[in-house]
């Protein structure tokens, strides 16, 4: 077995099971929903923010705070990292703690693959599960193209920080499934680290502190960057740092569960 066989198993078991559907479909169905508010509210407010000398437009009232609505301010619940933080966990739990609670575990270790390379194809296929639903989510705003004008640089830059978001709590939720005996307990534990990483610095915050160790360790605070139109390096090496902590992590619990069996 290779890298790239057991990165099409997990996806294929990802499209096979109900759950992975039942996500999306519902997910998909409350981006509409927000979707049609944000143009509702955009419409009804065109006229006064067009006599605004630099007002904001289409693309940030409107496709960028489909992201987010906590970094973004919006009125509005559960944007797609929200929805993320929720959903990523459900999505991981089982694809390695469902292993070893199966009792399958041991079968991917006879398939002479190191606990990394295990690991990794676990990784890439939710990652390609989580692009592939961050892609419908982004036709919906970019679906007016035609009749509105969208700062595509902007979008850009903000769909990237959005797919950081996700790279890192697809990382972080399988890394926790590969320390969890139960995929129930992989989901909580997920949960728990995604929320506190996204909301560390919100102390901070009210105290009147905007900068220091706590706001850089806090996802929000790179992810605001780039939904504002900036790509910093700073920025994206932190979700890189984010990703090769949380797999090393799990590949180094999943190879001392290869040395026990």
């Known amino acids: 077995m290779t890298l790239f066989a057991v990165t099409r198993l997990e996806l294929r078991r990802l499209f096979v099971r109900p759950l992975g559907w039942v996500i999306a479909a ?7 929903w927000r979707f049609a508010l944000l143009l509702q509210i955009f419409l009804l407010n065109q006229v006064r923010l067009a006599a605004l000398p630099d007002g904001p437009g289409y693309t940030d009232l409107v496709a960028v705070r489909m992201d987010s609505s906590f970094i973004t301010g919006s009125p509005l619940p559960f944007g797609v990292i929200e929805l993320a933080l929720l959903l990523v966990p459900l999505l991981t739990m089982s694809t390695l703690a ?8 041991p079968l ?17 296929a939710v990652l390609m599960w989580l692009a592939l639903w961050l892609l419908l989510a982004l036709a919906v705003p970019v ?3 035609h009749g509105v004008m969208l700062d595509w640089g902007k979008l850009a830059a903000a769909t990237l920080g959005t797919f950081l978001a996700l790279a890192a709590l697809a990382a972080i939720g399988v890394a926790c499934s590969a320390f ?3 995929p129930a307990v992989a989901a909580v534990a997920a949960l728990m680290i995604g929320l506190a990483l996204y909301c560390i610095n919100l102390g901070a915050q009210l105290a009147g502190i905007d900068s220091g160790f706590i706001n850089w360790l806090a996802m929000s605070t790179h992810q605001e960057t780039l939904l504002r139109g900036l790509v910093s390096s700073a920025d994206v090496v932190w979700f890189v740092l984010a990703v090769a902590v949380a797999l090393a992590l799990g590949t180094h619990r999943l190879a001392a569960d290869r040395e026990r069996n």
């Open 26 to 32: 519902l997910s998909l169905a409350e981006l509409g």
């Open 98 to 105: 469902g292993e070893r609670a199966a009792g399958t575990l």
């Open 108 to 124: 991917l270790f006879a398939s002479g693959l190191s606990a990394s390379r295990i690991l990794l194809g676990k990784y890439l």
């Open 143 to 145: 679906s007016l193209a």
């Open 180 to 182: 969890a005996s139960h």
